[in-house]
T-cell receptor
């Protein structure tokens, strides 16, 4: 089945640093979504990408849909303590309806 | 607009029992998907309902079932509970295009 490889698994950074994480797949996706999840809560949608090469920002967050449609990355600039959480990428293929395939997540820790 | 609402937030059940979880999607959204989240397996797709019909199904045993009502509210049922069914169950609602999925807070199910 489809799988998304997300890296890194975890990151420990200082407040103010920039962060980058990415997802790769062996399959093509038509949509890439990035979510943040806090403990005990549901994932919150951060950014949605719909076209190869698309670059979209949401405040300090920027994400890109890879040209090959098999990868995506998320950058967080000038990190702050409230950025702590688990970040997930998710993809939707052309044949899966609204079915999301998720990456394993990146645990982000920000030291003040 | 109100977000996705899942009830109950927490449940404790005994092995062999059955359980029903409820999800009210965002107003106007007709697609509802269910996911199981566990530390070992991550986020796994269970099924998707659209206009009261199951549109997609993941690789879970038949003990996991769902339905959707005419007002788009959805329920998920798990029969003959096993210890391994302990997880956070998440519901996501999407517009007709299905390319942006919004999650509820989840129902934490513990099977003892």
């Amino acid at each position: 089945g489809q799988q998304l490889n997300q890296s890194p698994q975890s990151m420990f950074i200082q407040e103010g640093e920039d962060v980058s994480m990415n997802c790769t797949s062996s399959s093509i996706f038509n949509t890439w979504l990035w979510y943040k999840q806090d403990p005990g809560e549901g994932p919150v949608l951060l950014i949605a990408l719909y076209k190869a090469g698309e670059l979209t920002s949401n405040g300090r967050l920027t994400a890109q849909f890879g040209i090959t449609r098999k990868d995506s990355f998320l950058n967080i600039s000038a990190s702050i303590p409230s950025d702590v959480g688990i970040y997930f990428c998710a993809g939707i293929s052309g044949t899966s309806g609204s079915r999301l395939t998720f990456g394993e997540g990146t645990q982000l820790t920000v030291n003040p | 607009k109100a977000g996705v609402t899942q009830t109950p937030r927490y449940l404790i059940k005994t092995r062999g029992q059955q359980v029903t979880l409820s999800c009210s999607p965002i107003s106007g959204h007709r697609s509802v998907s269910w996911y199981q989240q566990t530390p070992g397996q991550g986020l796994q797709f269970l099924f998707e309902y659209f206009s009261e019909t199951q549109r997609n199904k993941g690789n879970f045993p038949g003990r996991f079932s769902g339905r959707q009502f005419s007002n788009s509210r959805s329920e998920m049922n798990v029969s003959t509970l096993e210890l391994g069914d302990s997880a956070l169950y998440l519901c996501a609602s999407s517009t007709d295009s299905g390319r942006r999925a919004f999650f509820g807070q989840g129902t934490r199910l513990t099977v003892v």
